[in-house]
């Protein structure tokens, strides 16, 4: 069943995908960039928000777009947002030399992180295998150019087929991120992630605009119909 994931920057728009029908809320900071990070009182603020008002919602949140070799840096950051109380921490790979090792150091964090490959520049399929190894309780791919189209603009579809059958088969769950659009969902479907995530589609505007809730209902509607009724 693959189910959507919102990305909110606020105790608002938090409600809002709670409300809209998000299975995921994800906490960034879209005018930050792909991972923008938003501050730790504000992602504090948003789950004990939603946590008072009975959300069980899976809450996620990204610790922002640090340099891939400033290892205590980006390890001291996951420790401050998971200190939040969030169910899982976001950290960006790059495609570049230094991954591999930061991929090992955020296994070892003791913390239930989501490494996101950054795709704009290629996915290097064996950082992808590394990370599987490790036993991540899930992975995504995303952009960071959401100017330069979406997520099918960057990657075949042989290339995110491949992604997504190597997290499968290690267990972990797998995600599907970048400029997604309503038209895509047959695509998104085909393919069969876990789940998909979404800010542009959701927003009135551009991704750095406010959620809209109507966008935000048809879209869910959407999205769990098409699932309901594919075939298992």
Partial sequence: MMRMLVSVR?????????QGGADFIDLKEPRDGALGALGIATI??????LREQGSRLPISATIGDLPMNDRDAIL???????????????????RTAA??????????????IVPVFIADRGLDLE?????????????????????AGSLFDVLSGAELRRFVTAVRASGALVGLAGAL????????????????????????????????????????????????????
């Avoid at 991954?99 to 239930?112: C, K, T």
């Avoid at 990370?131 to 100017?147: E, Q």
């Avoid at 069969?192 to 979404?198: N, Y």
């Fill in 127 to 147: 950082q992808v295998e590394h990370a599987c190894a490790l036993r991540f309780p899930a992975l995504m791919v995303d952009t960071a150019d959401k100017l």
């Fill in 99 to 112: 991954a591999r090792a930061m991929l090992d150091a955020l296994a070892g964090s003791g913390h239930a």
């Fill in 10 to 18: 606020d105790v608002s728009e938090a409600q809002v995908a709670a």
């Fill in 181 to 232: 659009r309503r038209p895509q969902l047959a695509a998104l479907r085909a393919l069969g992630p876990d789940f998909a995530g979404f800010r542009s589609a959701v927003c009135a505007g551009d991704r750095r605009g406010e959620l809209d809730p109507g966008r935000l209902r048809a879209l869910a509607a959407q999205l769990h119909a098409a699932t309901a009724l594919a075939p298992v």
């Fill in 44 to 49: 504090a603020a948003i789950v004990q928000a």
């Fill in 76 to 94: 001291a950051r996951v420790d401050a947002v998971a200190a939040c109380g969030v169910d899982y921490v976001k950290v960006g790979i790059e």
